[in-house]
Structure formats: structure tokens, C-alpha cells
């Protein structure tokens, strides 16, 4: 009885420092942000999410970078080969238009359903960015994308980057309404964090295939 005793003492304490440690590097260890390492880039990518919330907030960020001079293209290596940029223009009302000739918007035919469903939509956005930059020339990109997805998108970029030498910065976006309380008593985005994990545990075993 007393050695079930420890064992159970222990297992508590372990358990105890597990969920300690996961409140505070968490959603941490998820966010990359390399991207004031560099002033400016050739173009600045966004990934637009499935939420329409994030798709705002991804797209804005992204034009507010382009806006900045941050990159002279922007990419939309988009999921939904529905989307049409003058539809984000009025129902995201971004104000400043941006010519044309400086907008890259990838999956305007069918989308490959079977490669989505083997390698996940970060991957194929990932891999459609890398062939837009290869027959544009373009050499560096600042990626946009949530800031609890950056892992998951870094290790994409990094995969379907390799042999071609291209520079690729990082810039997170905040979740939308987030107050000064810790990350941890919002349920929802606690929910988003568990699932990224899950994810990002797949993405290192498919990701490399």
C-alpha cells in the first residue's frame, strides 16, 4: 500500500509539472518570428486560413506588410480556388488597392483533393508558394500566417523549399480580441492549441515523406 502510495505521489507530481510546463511554453514553442531580422523582402505570402475571422486577419496583416514596402508581390497561395480578390477587397474593406501586376494568386484551378488529403492544406499552400516564387524569380518571402500555426508552417516551407535557395521570414498574426489574460483560460483558443499539437506531431512524420 505504501509503494502505491509513492507511485501515485509521483505520477501526481509528474503530472502536475507536465501541465505546468505546458501552460507556460505551450502555445509559446508554436510561434516563430524571424521576421525582424530583415527589413524587407521580395514578396510577402499569406495563407489564408479556413475561419473567416483568420482569413481577415491574415490578409490584412498581409497587405498592410505589402503596403509598407515590405515586399514588392504579394502571394495568396489560396485554398479556395472560388476566391476572388475583389470579393476580399469589399468584405475584408481593405482601403489601399494593389495592382495586378503585384498580385500572385495561386490555386485558380481545381484544387488537388488527394494531395490535400495525404499531406494537409499547410503543406500544399506551402508547396504552391515555393513553385509561385520559382517562376516569378522571387528569392525571399515574409510568410504570414495565425501565430500558434508558424511551426507547422515553417517546417512545410523548410521541406518544400529544399534545393532551391530561397530566404523565407516568418510573421506571426495574434488571434483576434485577445485580452491580457494568459492564453490558457481562453477554452476555444486552448481547444485551437491541443489540436495544433496534433497536427504538428503529424506534419513531422508526413511532412518528411
Known amino acids: 500500500k505504501g509503494r502505491f502510495v509513492r507511485i501515485s505521489a509521483v505520477a501526481l507530481m509528474v503530472t502536475l509539472c507536465v501541465v505546468v510546463i505546458f501552460l507556460v511554453f505551450?502555445?509559446?514553442?508554436?510561434?516563430?518570428?524571424?521576421?525582424?531580422?530583415?527589413?524587407?523582402?521580395?514578396?510577402?505570402?499569406?495563407?489564408?486560413?479556413?475561419?473567416?475571422?483568420?482569413?481577415?486577419?491574415?490578409?490584412?496583416?498581409?497587405?498592410?506588410?505589402?503596403q509598407q514596402g515590405r515586399g514588392r508581390y504579394?502571394?495568396?497561395?489560396?485554398?479556395?480556388?472560388?476566391?476572388?480578390?475583389?470579393?476580399?477587397?469589399?468584405?475584408?474593406?481593405?482601403?489601399?488597392?494593389?495592382?495586378?501586376?503585384?498580385l500572385l494568386i495561386g490555386r485558380e484551378s481545381p484544387r488537388n483533393e488527394q494531395l490535400i488529403?495525404?499531406?494537409?492544406?499547410?503543406y500544399v499552400e506551402a508547396q504552391q508558394s515555393v513553385e509561385i516564387m520559382r517562376q516569378h524569380r522571387?528569392?525571399?518571402?515574409?510568410?504570414?500566417?495565425?501565430?500558434?500555426?508558424?511551426?507547422?508552417?515553417?517546417?512545410?516551407?523548410?521541406q518544400c523549399a529544399k534545393g532551391y535557395d530561397l530566404q523565407l521570414y516568418y510573421h506571426p498574426v495574434e488571434r483576434a480580441n485577445a485580452s491580457g489574460s494568459p492564453w490558457w483560460t481562453d477554452s476555444r483558443y486552448v481547444y485551437r492549441i491541443?489540436?495544433?499539437?496534433?497536427?504538428?506531431?503529424?506534419?513531422?512524420f508526413i511532412y518528411n515523406r
Open 194 to 204: 491541443l489540436r495544433e499539437y496534433k497536427k504538428l506531431l503529424a506534419a513531422y
Open 26 to 66: 505551450g502555445e509559446r514553442f508554436l510561434r516563430i518570428d524571424n521576421d525582424s531580422l530583415r527589413a524587407n523582402a521580395d514578396a510577402v505570402i499569406v495563407l489564408a486560413g479556413i475561419p473567416l475571422t483568420e482569413d481577415s486577419q491574415r490578409i490584412h496583416e498581409g497587405t498592410k506588410l505589402y
Open 74 to 102: 504579394l502571394i495568396l497561395p489560396l485554398r479556395h480556388p472560388t476566391f476572388k480578390w475583389s470579393w476580399a477587397v469589399t468584405n475584408y474593406k481593405l482601403e489601399r488597392p494593389i495592382p495586378d501586376t503585384r
Open 117 to 122: 488529403a495525404q499531406y494537409g492544406g499547410t
Open 138 to 158: 522571387i528569392q525571399s518571402a515574409i510568410i504570414v500566417s495565425s501565430a500558434f500555426h508558424m511551426r507547422r508552417v515553417e517546417i512545410a516551407f523548410e
